[in-house]
């Protein structure tokens, strides 16, 4: 059973900087693509960026370039996401998701609060 959590979150202020961690068990890591999506107060869900399954490629939403990164850790089955530059418009609680064989698992999420 795939199963994602997250971890890392927590209060910053604005400026500042994060590192998200999402550890996956129960599949073999370096063989799926990996997403972070973030869904803030009273929103929808947004994609915030996703890393291919061998790290060569990453993507991101227009409104987080330049700022965040994406990266990943087969060694540790662990994908990162290093916030740089926080604004208050980038609070939100912070997902990790994959799409195993067509199933896709969520973690539980974690809270990130950027204060101005």
């Known amino acids: 059973q795939v199963q994602l959590v997250e971890s890392g979150g927590g209060l910053v202020q604005v400026g500042g900087s994060l590192r998200l961690s999402c550890a996956a068990t129960?599949?073999?890591?370096?063989?799926?693509?990996m997403t972070w999506v973030r869904q803030a107060p009273g929103k929808q869900r947004e994609w915030v960026a996703t890393?291919?399954?061998?790290?060569?490629?990453?993507n991101y939403a227009d409104s987080v370039k330049g700022r965040f990164t994406i990266s990943r850790d087969g060694g540790k089955n662990t994908m990162y996401l290093q916030m740089n530059r926080l604004k208050p418009e980038d609070t939100a609680v912070y997902y990790c998701?994959?799409?195993?064989?067509?199933?896709?698992?969520w973690g539980q999420g974690t809270q990130v609060t950027v204060s101005s």
């Open positions: 998701n994959i799409v195993v064989r067509g199933s896709s698992t």
């Open positions: 129960g599949l073999t890591f370096n063989m799926y693509a």
């Open positions: 890393i291919t399954s061998t790290g060569n490629t990453r």
